[in-house]
DNA sequence: CTAATTCCTGACCATTTGGTCAAATTAACG
DNA sequence: CGTTAATTTGACCAAATGGTCAGGAATTAG
């Protein structure tokens, strides 16, 4: 956005388009996450786009709509993880896959991963329908997925719906608090090693913890 | 204030004082929470604690003031449950008491944990300096009493940062994220039976799951 | 080329914001 | 009681906020 090469080639109305909404959205999404939905102000997230204010209006007519696609992607993103916990008959390998597919993502994408946590923390506002369907329906189908597993003596009888609370938990650790946990560990980021390190650690300790023998 | 019975007797000046703080403190609390810094406001935490604004600014001159007698006064009660976590020579003991009270603090004192979560995430502009102080000196003497629990054979060896984080985790998502819970809860909080178990259960898989022996 | 369409943006506006202030009220004290 | 000090508050202000709009610039269609 600083360098003031116009690639005239590929520049369509169409691309036009689609690239300012994609920078817009990302500039939204790092301000929303540190600022909460109240907090954030759309001149704050035209200058992190580079772009007047009155323009990001012109593709999001309200800070709402613009939050609203944000939260929107989040959950998309959250999805696609949802997917890998697949009806496995291997507890240790779909657990495997699946926590390790939440801190790839806590990873790649920590400001989404803020974001939601706000709107949970504001009681959710916009994504409590949801909630109530979605991510309430998958639940329940994992449930039962875990308690067939305790069923047929492949893990300890752990409760099923806190054992997930547990993975959500630490999975959503690792984004939200990263700040926290950088200045712990010296005020530099955890290297690809370090967090490669704490991947490993949560789920060989979750995995021994609910007893999935190796 | 909605009563307006004036308790003579007790009501001295220094009372008053002492009574009005505690109430702005606690209506701050709650919408510093639930809105971040940016996004509260005084005339909300004002309205929250039943007094004009005009009054709130009579006490705490700032909005930044408030906010970081808030941010402070959630430190000390974490500093209140780092206590528990002494230097015992049984993990078990140690741990299952660090634990218990970490998320009895989450339950009785979710909005402070939620303002927590919002400064960090805010890259801890108020408490940058605890965080490289008093927080990396616990965290460090604690992580040495950890690697002695590993190096007398007492629990498995897993790098003791990352199981401390995963205990903050797992503590604070019950806070942060107990709108979520109840939402899958069908709609209603936690009784006080269900807590219990969500604790036994952190508890179990986590010390099951650093192999801490019974 | 021209006309239509999309994109861009400085200037503007009503409302909300953190914070002030002077005047009124209440308590404390001799 | 009367004087002093602490508390309360409606009215007010400058700055910031979400959003608008008119008119200009660029692209595309015919």
Redesign the pocket.
């Known amino acids: 956005m600083s360098k003031p090469e ?1 690639v ?1 080639k590929t ?4 691309k ?2 689609q690239e ?1 909404e994609k920078t817009i959205l990302k500039a939204a999404e790092s301000v929303f996450a540190e600022f909460g939905f109240r907090g ?5 997230i035209a200058e992190r786009a580079n ?5 990001l ?3 999001f ?4 709509a613009l939050y609203r696609q944000v939260v929107d992607n989040i959950f998309n993103i959250w999805l696609q993880a949802a997917d890998s916990f697949d009806d496995c008959d291997d507890p240790i390998e779909a657990l495997t896959r699946y926590i390790e597919k939440k801190m790839d993502i806590s990873r790649e994408n920590p400001m989404g991963s803020k974001v939601w946590a706000n709107e949970i923390i504001r009681r959710a506002p916009v994504i409590q329908d949801y909630l109530e369907t979605t991510l309430k329906d998958w639940t329940e189908s994992r449930v039962a997925v875990i308690q067939r597993w305790i069923d047929q003596g492949k893990i300890n009888p752990v409760d099923p719906q806190y054992l997930l609370y547990m993975i959500w938990s630490i999975t959503q650790h690792y984004a939200d608090f990263n700040h926290q946990i950088e200045t712990l560990n010296g005020g530099t980021p955890l290297s690809d090693a370090q967090y490669q390190t704490a991947k490993d650690n949560a789920i060989e300790i979750i995995l021994t913890g609910i007893g999935a023998h190796k």
Chains 1, 2 share one sequence.
Not at 40 to 44: C, E, G, I, L, N
Request: net charge positive.
């Open positions: 116009k005239a520049t369509s109305k169409a036009i388009r300012n954030a102000t759309t001149s704050m772009i007047p204010k009155a323009n209006h012109y593709y007519p309200t800070k709402q």
